[in-house]
């Protein structure tokens, strides 16, 4: 259904609308077809899980009410406080694990094969020979899976076993993380991991409030502000919360990290204190404390932990090759019955006839080889052992062995931005004043300024601190328009940037009772920048302090009510704090307004996006064209302003303020009109521009995944603008391109007329918000993701960890193409563990991505030859591998059916005993695996030519096609060595089983040379060892070879024959082919 039609019709199809994506499932029709062709293991598996949903009926969540201290006053049972990321118990390990394996059509049906050798009547050579493979196979995995879930035990277990002090009646006592309960008084350490989710009560900050680390939540390393609880803050000492009556109302646990809605209410004073709660007065589990020791009380634990509820459980990933092997397995399959049913058929139904054609089934067994699970087990081992050993990408690790062939098939690439792009270190690059622009180069001018400027002001007063501004300042309100001279400019534009800020620095050496001069005196040691450490939540207001630090003017000391300045003399001027309007993504804008303590004098400052800006400052006709020249070059800008106000009128708004503030109802609106009221005609005093550092090589890196054909989109939780802004810095999306910026949708018509905006567009970038995502996938799932997925790049920002993993999951099941994640942040964890393939970044955000993830690397750039060279070899000689295994079975079934053919069609085995265990064995092994050593293009060329990589997306390398092609190669080979030893053996049966035998051994030998690419020293090697094993066991095969009938001349051409009329063919078919229609790689190796 198009997009495109009125309004009118709009309304009218609502209906058509709603149905539409689920109308496209109900099409497909479910007959015997569908049951056959997996329709049985969906039924089967939809019935386990209505099984385990009965068992474990999940439990309502609900809201709470928790007395402080008082665990056992709770009305419910609330979950164990335990990590758990183990699949398994000891209950379950090997039921699991065998379903896992034998959920494979390829292993259940040895399984029954092998089973069938019980019964006498159907038994055809020895046990060993149909066991012994299958057990091997089995005993690996059941190893591996073993290693992997020892490995999460232990880490979950490390983690569970954290101590916490916990606040009890009796004093301080220690208590284990999984000990925790709702309703504990947990005390948090500085740098400490917080265990549960709680409600922030106390902090040894006199402020009243901390700062908390949220990196493994949300994937911002910039650091949040949190508020104690007013009333139990005010207490005298700590042991006073245990002498109050006092509970929290908690809503019942959600997914939203960024939001709360709470009450705390204390019962036992006149009237009872209520006080609201909110997202401020919270500390999440898994964010770390960056100041200060906190005591808080637990509100949910366990799986109700935010944290928790936006991690999805990990699966057990399948690579798309398994799934292809698996298919044609069942291919090879129905050819066994039907090449049974037709000897049955020949035979002409006579006697048992039911049992002799189970007897041709597992005659005809090794048409499916075992072997063929242990070779591409061994080969994806071997595979990860390269990657590991790549001294071009150090320090990548494989953590899930079973999918090195997905590197090779991406079409999708989701990626975080923090910490994965950028390094999220912003840096100062460029002030703008309107008629001069001063870049990183010319720093030292603006310093040289800063330094006259407050040695002027210090000659002219003899109190240095007593009146730093006054020469800037006085002639201000007369004339604003009057030219100002440059140093003077520079001097109030640095001010305002080292004061408009929520930054406070903090000491890490410093003494709780330290005062403002101790502070200064420390700052002046040459190793200041070890001392102190801006803490901030915002990135971007970090680069800006430690800008006019480095200019000469430090920010020194910051509480609630005043913040400290130092100038390049050394002396400290005092500001008060008598506003502070905080940046919203709604107003895109900061102010404070303070009062400097030596001249009295009132300034407004404000600095904000320049589109907030424009409209708020005097009219100007340069800022507009600068925003855009920095936006240009990957800068984020900000515009500073100010605004002097006299006492009069700072008093007239702060009694217009309070009164709004005070207002129940349209609260935030009217707050909003009387900051407005302020916000008109100020002086724009500069433009500055800060740039997040991208990772090492990210621009190449990006352009060489785009070539190869891979679609990046780019997922994350910063604002907007920020996420735009990477997005072009990081060429992400390239310069020529256009962006479409989706408005924010919050109804369906409004998602509608968006939808048809974006349409009319072509080529260009997509950005759009979390929210109105969620709107779009409501009402146009299909709609949306069908247009998102044209876009040559797209940009997510807003994004909650669930939607993360949510937008992995649309584009499986829309595209049926394969995806791959990115990320270094516990919030990525969700997105990672949805993919098909997983990568991590061990990050500054902790190593919680590179643990769930499937491969886990120490940098971005690492992922070009990860997927360029890595996943092509894995993908390509998986492929080879898998159908070289499979022809090696075909062509003994081949023998068999014309051997059973000629020998009226009886069910008697060709070959016996060990010859088939040596066969898919020692003779043959060693050779038929060196092929994991292949490669069809050097990795340098596979680096320099990207679009090589579109060729293996479509998965040409294993298809219907190219297993035809190697059926028929069997069925030839097959046919040429029996034949041909029928008609060149001598009176007895025993030479045709030699002949025979000994053409097979040195066949498959030849056609491993066939198949290789580039030779290596180990394939000579393996081709020689299994040569020289073969004759070698001559001596000892007497049981089944004449030994003086192997050693005659006779023998050896008759071998040689047959040898050369079987491989002669297919080699000049390779030359000619090589020759008239090289692949794509040849022409360019050539």
Known sequence: ?????????????????????????????????????????????????????????????????????????????????????????????????????????????????????FVPSLKIGYLYTYWAPLGFVLAVTMVREAVDEVRRCRRDKEMNSQLYSKLTMRGKVQVKSSDIQVGDLIIVEKNQRIPADMIFLRTSEKTGSCFIRTDQLDGETDWKLRVAVVCTQRLPALGDLFSISAYVYAQKPQLDIHSFEGNFTREDCDPPIHESLSIENTLWASTVVASGTVIGVVIYTGKEMRSVLNTSQSKNKVGLLDLELNRLTKALFLAQVVLSVVMVALQGFLGPWFRNLFRFVVLFSYIIPISLRVNLDMGKSAYGWMIMKDENI???????????????RLVYLLTDKTGTLTQNEMVFKRLHLGTVSYGTDTMDEIQSHIIQSYAQVSSTQSNGSSASSTPSRKPQPPAPKVRKSVSSRIHEAVKAIALCHNVTPVYESRVNGASAESEGTEADQDFSDDNRTYQASSPDEVALVRWTESVGLTLVNRDLTSLQLKTPAGHILTYYILQIFPFTSESKRMGIIVREEATGDITFYMKGADVAMASIVQYN???????????????RTLVVAKKSLTEEQYQDFESRYNQAKLSIHDRSLKVAAVVESLEREMELLCLTGVEDQLQADVRPTLELLRNAGIKIWMLTGDKLETATCIAKSSHLVSRSQDIHVFKPVSSRGEA????????????????????????????????FVELACQCPAVVCCRCSPTQKAQIVRLLQQHTANRTCAIGDGGNDVSMIQAADCGIGIEGKEGKQASLAADFSITQFKHIGRLLMVHGRNSYKRSAALGQFVMHRGMIIST?????????????????????????????????????????????????????????????RSLSFKTFLIWVLISVYQGGILMYG?????????????????????????????????TWHWLMVVAELISLGCYLASLAFLNEYFDLSFITTRVFLWKVCVITLVSCLPLYIIKYLKRKFSPPSYSKLSS
Not at 15 to 25: E, G, H, I, K, N
Not at 48 to 65: D, M, N, P, S
Not at 922 to 949: C, G, N, R
């Open 394 to 408: 150090p320090g990548t690790v494989v953590r899930t062995s079973t999918i090195p062939e997905e590197l090779g």
């Open 981 to 1013: 030893a029928l008609v060149l053996f001598d009176q007895e049966f025993v030479h045709v089983v030699a002949i025979s035998f000994t053409a097979l051994i040195l066949t498959e030998l030849l056609m491993v040379a066939l198949t290789i690419r």
């Open 895 to 955: 023998m068999q059916a014309v051997f059973s053919s000629i020998f009226y069609f009886a069910s008697v085995p060709l070959y016996q005993g060990f010859l088939m265990v040596g066969y898919a064995t020692i003779y043959t092994m060693f050779p038929v695996f060196s092929l994991v050593l292949d490669q069809d293009v050097k990795p340098e060329m596979a680096l320099l030519y990207p679009e090589l990589y579109k060729d293996l997306t479509k998965g």
């Open 621 to 635: 006709d340069w800022l507009e064209e600068e925003c855009g020249n920095m936006a240009r070059e990957g800068l």
């Open 752 to 783: 509608h007329l968006e939808l048809n905006a974006f349409r009319r567009k072509h080529d260009c970038a997509l950005v759009i918000s979390g929210d109105s995502l969620e709107v779009c996938l409501r009402y146009y799932e299909h709609e």
């Open 1 to 117: 259904m198009p997009l495109m039609m009125s309004e009118e019709a709009f309304e009218n199809d609502e209906s058509d609308y709603q149905t539409l994506p689920r109308a496209r499932v109900s099409q497909r029709r479910r007959g015997l077809g569908w049951f056959l062709c997996g329709g049985w293991k969906v039924l089967c598996s939809s019935c386990c899980e209505c099984l385990v949903h009965t068992c474990r009926r999940k439990k309502e969540l609900k809201a709470r009410t928790v007395w402080l201290g008082h665990p056992e006053k709770c009305e419910e049972k609330y979950p164990k406080n335990a990590i758990k990321n183990q699949k398994y118990n000891i209950v379950t390990f090997v039921p699991g694990v065998l379903y896992q394996q034998f959920k494979f059509f390829l292993n259940l049906y040895f399984l029954v094969v092998a089973c069938s050798q």
